[in-house]
């Protein structure tokens, strides 16, 4: 199962937006609607931010906002605030009862 | 409060095994699966597989068959992960992370705080 594919980096200035590609096949992306999206602040577990491709879990600002067209999926960080400054990983349901990660994202606040 | 609380780090040499623990509180254990996460340093997330503690199904990552076994102990609401024949390749930080109990949903709402496992001659 090969790995999703992401920019290696994002950016923007506070208050800006900022949208984050994860690049899949139709066997796991395209496929299917379980896409989830993870920030990870360095040292820390990751933690979810968007699932079944655009649902915020409680908690979660509606600035983050995730949606899917074909095989990619993305994430937009609108506003962005400088705690919004981490890692970004999707996720992708890929049948046989697998899950794959994306290759990461690191978003930085100029 | 929904945790996952996962064992202390591990040094271990290569060839050996390790198992890593993860306990679970504040839900029904037997209402999810647990999926286990590790990240290299300075590398990406890579699942490595998933269990339910519903019936004790596994599902393992085609690179790691053979290497990996993931039980659970409902009486202690514990999952485990065990990794055979360590390599230098294994050294990674190792994840816990709730899932559904029936399928792997791709859905990891609540992680644990991660295990160091350093593969070292």
């Known amino acids: 199962q090969s790995a999703l594919t992401q920019p290696p980096s994002a950016s923007g200035s506070p208050g800006q937006s900022v949208t984050i590609s994860c690049t899949g096949t139709?066997?796991?992306?395209?496929?299917?609607?379980?896409v989830s999206w993870y920030q990870q602040h360095p040292g820390k577990a990751p933690k979810l931010m968007i699932y079944?491709?655009?649902k915020r879990p409680s908690g979660v600002p509606d600035r983050f906002s995730g949606s899917k067209s074909g095989n990619t999926a993305s994430l937009t960080v609108s506003g962005l605030q400088a705690e919004d400054e981490a890692d970004y990983y999707c996720s992708s349901y890929a049948g046989s009862n697998s899950c794959v990660f994306g290759t990461g994202t690191k978003v930085t606040v100029l | 409060q929904v945790q996952l609380v996962q064992s202390g780090g591990e040094v271990k040499k290569p060839g050996a095994s390790v198992k890593v623990s993860c306990k679970a509180s504040?839900?029904?254990?037997?209402?999810?699966?647990i999926s286990w996460v590790r990240q290299a340093p300075g590398q990406g997330l890579e699942w490595m597989g998933w269990?339910?503690?519903?019936?004790?199904?596994?599902n393992y990552a085609q690179k790691l068959q053979g290497r990996v076994t993931m039980t659970t102990d409902t009486s202690t609401s514990t999952a485990y992960m065990e990794l055979r024949s360590l390599r230098s390749d294994d050294t990674a930080v190792y994840y816990c992370a709730r899932d559904g109990f029936v399928l792997v949903t791709a859905m990891n709402d609540c992680w644990g705080q991660g295990t160091l496992v350093t593969v070292s001659s």
């Open positions: 139709s066997s796991d992306v395209g496929n299917y609607n379980y």
């Open positions: 079944e491709v655009s």
């Open positions: 269990i339910s503690a519903y019936n004790g199904n596994t």
């Open positions: 504040g839900y029904t254990f037997t209402t999810y699966g």
